[in-house]
């Protein structure tokens, strides 16, 4: 197929370590081992969705420890003073959870930025969490003086018991969205289960007897272990409904620990009487192509940065008539938010959350001699939120125009709003000074977020779970509101709202050139920055992608082109976004394990469109974006890894009646106390 020249609008561009120690490992198909060096016994309990894995290993002298692995190094975790410590959770931020035991009383840590924090439930006489999430909260067991054992949830100074009716229940795994998983027991049997909305779901692996859930993914994927009746342990994955074994080729035992989105699994499996830790992966070596399609009577449409693990996507689509409207792609069926708007014609989705809200920018029938929207129609353009059917109009900062791009999980969003400020500085028709904002997280709340020193304007593109923000500031004559959106200064804003200069790539702004400038568009929950930097003469742009250890880093172009601009970044670092020739034809990019490729490389020959903008990124590594078709016509995809999550993916391994044959009972407890999981 062709290589297709565009113009048209995107709204996306608004668009401790203790003690280190070497490691060792094998590598055969599917699978990594992990041994720390001198251990009797290795498992893992954690992963997140860069690939770090967290666990416990046991010395010779008996003594239990937790591991960071990450990036092929093993780092030893020892609370200070603690005669054993585990780790059991790890999320995309990088924070640890684990227990330490002093003075025969077992306690919970979250150990973050190389700090520990000690996490005890008030009253209780054992505190052992296992889960976080990128939201912070924490989920586990404690036990009070009578004995008795309760799972909990705590959000900041607020716990939640959830403890199965009837049952003894054990608390082990936690999403970002804050659905838990774990097992109870009722008569001497144990069962898994999954708490969602306040509601239990329990499910036993076919003809098992033992049942244990561990961890679950944000698309609802859980893994854990099962006993069947010869006493044989086998992992296990449960996704969709259905449930596939998993075990370690030729180990006696396997039980699968940890799920992260991307589709990793973490866990242990014994061979030769000595238990190891593994991950698996597989990574994506190709894509399939899925044609979101169009509103009926339409033919053009695109996909924002807006796309979750629970196959919800957001952006705009036409209908008969020239209008656009913001829409929800949800399981294979688009829907149309405008059909009760705001009043104008026009809008545009851009952001949503794992909930289904969704926010944007729509017109309503007012006239705006700024013509913010920039659909010709000389209307208001006003941010909107919708949700369950409903599109409500948020508020600006005192002028008349406004737009959001990004909502999180917590219900805060992100965008820019005019204030009652006229500015000489703005180009015509503009007038109003404007500012990055943020709405929430109860309804009618919002407020500016103050550019750097010396800026007057500010724009926000995204929002992670944090309450991180990014964007670009400047002055009303070199930081545009609309079209592809440009500024001096690429920012971030941290959670308390202090804007952070990200640095360039060598160069500043060239209104007279578009994309010339400094903007970050996405941030991911653990922290990572992407956008578009001018090189040094402001002329061209490079994509970057910025760290907080590493500062930012040019992602280049593909090959023979001139300029390209990174749109979203997903938790395991993986980047989409666009790359241009001289004349402005666009390719679709994606970089990951610091190698830029054309998307189009990655799809088969017959895919049903050339991919010219891949906007969004989600932790399972599906892209959104948008491409043209063999008609010309322009339409949002979506991109499936060849290794989507478990149920549709091959997972590497296979059980065989062989191996079950020779499996022992159940797995051997690393140590005598009570564990956080077992």
Sequence with gaps: MKRFLIRTRFAGAYIWAIAAASFVFAETPGYTTIDYPGATSTSAWGINNRGDVVGVYTLA????HGFLWRGGQLTAIDFPGAAATDAWGINSQGDILGDYTLDGVTHTFVLTAGRFVT????????????????????????NLPDKSTHTVVIKGQETINYDYPGGVTQGNGM????????????AGVTHGYLQS??????????????????????????????????????????????FTAIDIPGATQTAVSAINSVGDFAGRY???????????????????????????????????????????????SDVPGGKQHAVLWQFGQVIDLAARGLGGPNSFAVGLNNRGTVVGEAETSEADPEDFCLF???????????????????????????????????????????????????????????????????????????????????????????????????????????????????????????????GNLGGSVNVAVPAVGNRAIYISNNGMVVGGSTLSGNTTAHAFLWTKDAGIKDLGVLPGDFDSGALAVNDRGEVVGVSNDKEGNARAFIWRNGLLTDLNTLIAADSPMYLLFASGINNKGEVVGFGATEQGDIHAFLATPDNAVAGSRALGVQRTDAMAAGMKRSLSPHRTRPPGKH
């Design 197 to 242: 909305d306040g509601k239990f779901t329990t499910f036993d692996f076919p003809n098992s007897a033992f049942t244990g859930a561990y961890g679950i993914s944000d698309s609802r994927d859980i893994v854990g272990r099962y006993r069947d009746a010869s006493g044989a342990t086998h992992g296990y994955v449960y996704s969709g409904g259905t």
């Design 61 to 64: 002298d008996k003594t239990v």
């Design 376 to 502: 010709g129609t000389g209307l208001r353009c006003v941010p909107f939120l919708w949700q369950n059917g409903i599109m409500n109009q948020l508020p600006t900062l005192g002028g008349p125009n406004g737009a959001v791009s990004a909502i999180n999980n917590s219900g805060v969003s992100a965008g820019l709003a005019q204030t009652a400020t006229r500015d000489p500085l703005c180009p015509a028709p503009l007038f109003h000074q404007y500012q990055a904002a943020i709405w929430g997280p109860r309804p009618g709340q919002v407020r500016a977020l103050r550019p750097l020193r010396g800026d007057t304007v500010g724009i926000a593109f995204w929002t992670n779970d944090r309450g991180q923000v990014v964007g670009t500031s400047g002055t009303c004559d070199n930081t545009l509101p609309y079209g592809i959106i440009v500024g001096p200064h690429a920012v971030l804003w941290d959670s308390d709202g202090t804007p952070i200069d990200l």
């Design 119 to 142: 996490v005890d439930v008030p009253g209780a006489t054992l505190t052992s969490l296992a889960g976080i999430n990128t939201t912070g909260r924490l989920f586990g067991i404690y």
């Design 175 to 186: 999403n970002n969205p804050g659905d838990l998983v774990g097992n109870y027991t009722i």
């Design 270 to 316: 014994t061979s030769g009487g000595i238990s190891h830790a593994f991950v698996m992966n597989a990574p994506a070596v190709s894509y399939k192509i899925t044609d979101l399609g169009t509103l009926p009577g339409g033919s053009f449409s695109q996909a924002s940065q807006g796309n979750t693990e629970n196959g919800l996507i957001a952006g705009v």
